[in-house]
């Protein structure tokens, strides 16, 4: 589900402190602690199963999605397919999916910007990127980044022009977003190692912008 944001408002009440408030576990952190305590108790899987999937997951990082940015930056072609099937364009670089989840590309333009939440809980696009911060998890980003996102954006220092649209895609179980930003211009000489570089979690989110000062922290 896509959102379309054409507020004009720059100016907000909330500090960036709000959307990373922590709060106490919801119904569906319960939900998953007890669904998976029954599990183990019947005998469908042990603690050794439950432990190499959670390896498997720490073994995914955004340095993996930063890998397909620099490739789709570097080779049109690569990001036609990336675009079209989102997927299948990482598998072809050797990124398997652990799951039957869908992955959609998003990229920005200098007339779109896109920007990812999940809405009922924090589905996120893992193979590509890792665990997902812990702000993204929260109420507040995930209320806000739909009713709100200029506002959203601006706390992360992200100032989106009034003639850009801003599309908010609102990811499920089934399907996940990747946003592809913008190259930053003075990259025309980066070869895909050092466009890699350049790549954060955050600019893959949609909640900063590429930019050829920053650089990706392991």
Same mark, same amino acid.
């Given at each position: 589900?896509? =959102?379309? /944001?054409?507020?004009?408002? =720059?100016?907000? &009440? =909330?500090?960036?402190?709000?959307?990373?408030?922590?709060?106490?576990?919801?119904?569906? &952190?319960?939900?998953?602690? @007890?669904?998976?305590?029954?599990?183990?108790?019947?005998?469908? *899987?042990? #603690?050794?199963?439950?432990?190499?999937?959670? /390896?498997?997951?720490?073994?995914?990082? #955004?340095?993996?999605? !930063?890998?397909?940015?620099?490739?789709?930056?570097?080779?049109?072609?690569?990001?036609?397919?990336?675009?079209?099937?989102?997927? !299948?364009?990482?598998?072809?670089?050797?990124?398997? *999916?652990?799951?039957?989840?869908?992955?959609?590309?998003?990229?920005?333009?200098?007339?779109?910007?896109?920007?990812?939440? $999940?809405?009922? $809980?924090?589905?996120?696009?893992?193979?590509?990127?890792?665990?997902? #911060?812990?702000?993204?998890?929260?109420?507040?980003?995930?209320?806000?980044?739909?009713? /709100?996102?200029?506002? @959203?954006?601006?706390? *992360?220092?992200?100032?989106? #022009?009034? &003639?850009?649209?801003?599309? @908010?895609?609102?990811?499920?179980?089934?399907?996940? *977003?990747?946003?592809?930003?913008?190259?930053?211009?003075?990259?025309?000489?980066?070869?895909? @190692?050092?466009?890699?570089?350049?790549?954060?979690?955050?600019?893959?989110?949609?909640?900063?912008?590429?930019?050829?000062?920053?650089?990706?922290? /392991?």
């Amino acid at each position: 589900m896509a =959102h379309e /944001e054409n507020g004009h408002d =720059h100016d907000h &009440d =909330h500090s960036h402190a709000e959307i990373g408030q922590t709060e106490r576990p919801g119904y569906y &952190d319960n939900l998953e602690t @007890v669904v998976r305590e029954l599990l183990v108790s019947k005998g469908y *899987f042990g #603690p050794d199963e439950i432990r190499r999937q959670i /390896e498997v997951l720490d073994s995914r990082t #955004p340095a993996l999605g !930063a890998m397909v940015v620099a490739r789709a930056w570097a080779d049109d072609a690569f990001r036609k397919r990336l675009l079209d099937d989102g997927r !299948a364009a990482c598998e072809e670089l050797g990124i398997t *999916f652990y799951d039957q989840t869908g992955l959609i590309v998003l990229e920005n333009t200098d007339k779109v910007h896109n920007l990812i939440v $999940c809405t009922l $809980c924090s589905c996120y696009p893992r193979p590509v990127l890792g665990l997902p #911060p812990d702000w993204y998890k929260l109420k507040p980003y995930r209320a806000r980044a739909v009713s /709100e996102p200029r506002k @959203v954006l601006a706390e *992360f220092g992200t100032i989106i #022009p009034d &003639d850009v649209e801003i599309r @908010v895609s609102d990811s499920t179980a089934m399907v996940r *977003f990747l946003v592809l930003p913008k190259r930053p211009e003075g990259t025309e000489d980066f070869d895909e @190692v050092q466009l890699a570089a350049i790549v954060t979690r955050d600019t893959m989110i949609g909640v900063v912008e590429a930019s050829k000062d920053i650089r990706r922290g /392991e």
